[in-house]
């Protein structure tokens, strides 16, 4: 199914104080899932960008934003119907969705609270990653169309993947001129951890222009988490300075890839947290990402304590663009922002855990611009 396929189901306008123009939330089929039901996308346009979002995971599934020429293009990677996303299989990449109910990597599926074991299911080597094998990503959303954008709900029962209490799950994205915001927020019952970050993966050049090595990047950060073999945070946040991971300066992500660097061989490139400077919890600048051929320039502005910078390092190819262009190594980055990797058995690093009568609140912001 195609973008220019779908048949709309419903439109409303809205404005945008200070953007200059409405924002147009619209609302279509997205295809079937494996039960039969039909999946939703929802298109968020103004002026300046327009955002494709499924029920589907939460997920981003498009986001057309001008280059320097003009042109649009679309800068993160996925599918034109939901059964891409549905028919990855086991070897998931977990493009553009909302990742959960724990994102990135507990040690050993395993953690304690209040002296209680709980056990996630393994599902990357002896680490749970992103919620394990059936995690937020691959649940059905309730959707609420909102001004200027869609909120997305998720009730979590207790016991879900192993983890404890009844937890409620708000992502809401809205547009506003160049800059897409999403806001988290969540809700317990029981003591639980959370940890829900975006998992889109970005090429400012466009999903079908070849690799990200040539973009230069800029992270926020003076410190990164060092990661063991199984990608686990190991010795505590290490200074940038003298390494690959020193990003304070913009530096073209592929001029160091290939350094002699253990962290970047256990990894296969860039695959670990930064500790972005600044308070946990305010709002603060996490990275920038230029594309010099295109002149897109991403923005993002975060209250999380960190940012996974992803290289798109375990991409194979096995899956393609609408155009059939393989989804290759490094044809896509991802900026995490979240708490740190394995927090729940880390008590030095920000905590995770979210008890009952508290709500988490997080938000980021993803800013497209051009240089000219």
Same mark, same amino acid.
């Given at each position: 199914?195609?973008?220019?396929?779908?048949?709309?189901?419903?439109?409303?306008?809205?404005?945008?104080?200070?953007?200059?123009?409405?924002?147009?939330?619209?609302?279509?089929?997205?295809?079937?899932?494996?039960?039969?039901?039909?999946?939703?996308?929802?298109?968020?346009?103004?002026? +300046?960008?327009?955002?494709?979002?499924?029920?589907?995971?939460?997920?981003?599934?498009?986001?057309?934003?001008?280059?320097?020429?003009?042109?649009?293009?679309?800068?993160?990677?996925?599918?034109?119907?939901?059964?891409?996303?549905?028919?990855?299989?086991?070897?998931?990449?977990?493009?553009?969705?909302?990742?959960?109910?724990?994102?990135?990597?507990?040690?050993?599926?395993?953690?304690?609270?209040?002296?209680?074991?709980?056990?996630?299911?393994?599902?990357?080597?002896?680490?749970?990653?992103?919620?394990?094998?059936?995690?937020?990503?691959?649940?059905?959303?309730?959707?609420?169309?909102?001004? +200027?954008?869609?909120?997305?709900?998720?009730?979590?029962?207790?016991?879900?993947?192993?983890?404890?209490?009844?937890?409620?799950?708000?992502?809401?994205?809205?547009?506003?001129?160049?800059?897409?915001?999403?806001?988290?927020?969540?809700?317990?019952?029981?003591?639980?951890?959370?940890?829900?970050?975006?998992?889109?993966?970005?090429?400012?050049?466009?999903?079908?222009?070849?690799?990200?090595?040539?973009?230069?990047?800029?992270?926020?950060?003076?410190?990164?988490?060092?990661?063991?073999?199984?990608?686990?945070?190991?010795?505590?946040?290490?200074?940038?300075?003298?390494?690959?991971?020193?990003?304070?300066?913009?530096?073209?992500?592929?001029?160091?890839?290939?350094?002699?660097?253990?962290?970047?061989?256990?990894?296969?490139?860039?695959?670990?947290?930064?500790?972005?400077?600044?308070?946990?919890?305010?709002?603060?600048?996490?990275?920038?990402?230029? +594309?010099?051929?295109?002149?897109?320039?991403?923005?993002?502005?975060?209250?999380?304590?960190?940012?996974?910078?992803?290289?798109?390092?375990?991409?194979?190819?096995?899956?393609?663009?609408?155009?059939?262009?393989?989804?290759?190594?490094?044809?896509?980055?991802?900026?995490?922002?979240?708490?740190?990797? +394995?927090?729940?058995?880390?008590?030095?690093?920000?905590?995770?855990?979210?008890?009952?009568?508290?709500?988490?609140?997080?938000?980021?912001?993803?800013?497209?611009?051009?240089?000219?």
């Amino acid at each position: 199914m195609r973008w220019n396929g779908v048949i709309l189901l419903s439109m409303m306008m809205l404005g945008v104080e200070g953007a200059g123009a409405a924002v147009t939330v619209t609302k279509a089929d997205f295809g079937k899932l494996k039960d039969g039901k039909t999946a939703e996308v929802y298109t968020l346009k103004d002026a +300046d960008l327009e955002v494709k979002l499924t029920n589907y995971g939460a997920r981003i599934v498009a986001i057309m934003a001008k280059g320097r020429d003009g042109k649009v293009a679309d800068v993160v990677l996925g599918y034109p119907s939901v059964e891409g996303y549905v028919n990855e299989g086991s070897a998931k990449t977990y493009f553009g969705a909302i990742v959960g109910r724990y994102g990135n990597r507990i040690a050993g599926g395993t953690f304690k609270i209040d002296g209680h074991e709980y056990h996630i299911p393994k599902n990357d080597g002896n680490n749970a990653l992103h919620g394990g094998a059936h995690g937020f990503d691959e649940q059905v959303w309730t959707a609420k169309q909102i001004a +200027d954008g869609v909120e997305f709900t998720l009730l979590s029962k207790d016991g879900d993947a192993g983890f404890p209490g009844n937890l409620t799950a708000h992502v809401r994205y809205t547009l506003v001129g160049s800059a897409l915001h999403i806001n988290y927020s969540a809700t317990t019952d029981k003591p639980t951890v959370v940890n829900l970050t975006n998992h889109s993966y970005f090429n400012l050049g466009g999903q079908d222009s070849g690799t990200i090595l040539n973009d230069v990047l800029m992270i926020n950060a003076d410190k990164y988490t060092p990661v063991n073999k199984d990608l686990i945070p190991v010795g505590g946040p290490q200074p940038v300075a003298g390494t690959p991971f020193d990003f304070r300066k913009p530096t073209p992500i592929g001029q160091r890839i290939h350094d002699n660097n253990e962290q970047l061989k256990i990894a296969g490139g860039y695959d670990h947290n930064w500790v972005l400077n600044g308070p946990n919890g305010t709002m603060k600048l996490a990275a920038k990402v230029t +594309d010099p051929k295109s002149g897109r320039v991403l923005t993002v502005t975060t209250t999380q304590p960190g940012v996974q910078f992803y290289s798109g390092n375990f991409l194979t190819g096995a899956y393609k663009s609408a155009k059939g262009t393989p989804f290759a190594k490094n044809t896509g980055m991802c900026l995490e922002t979240q708490h740190y990797p +394995d927090s729940p058995n880390q008590p030095n690093f920000p905590s995770t855990e979210l008890k009952p009568g508290q709500t988490m609140h997080s938000e980021t912001v993803f800013t497209f611009s051009v240089e000219k």
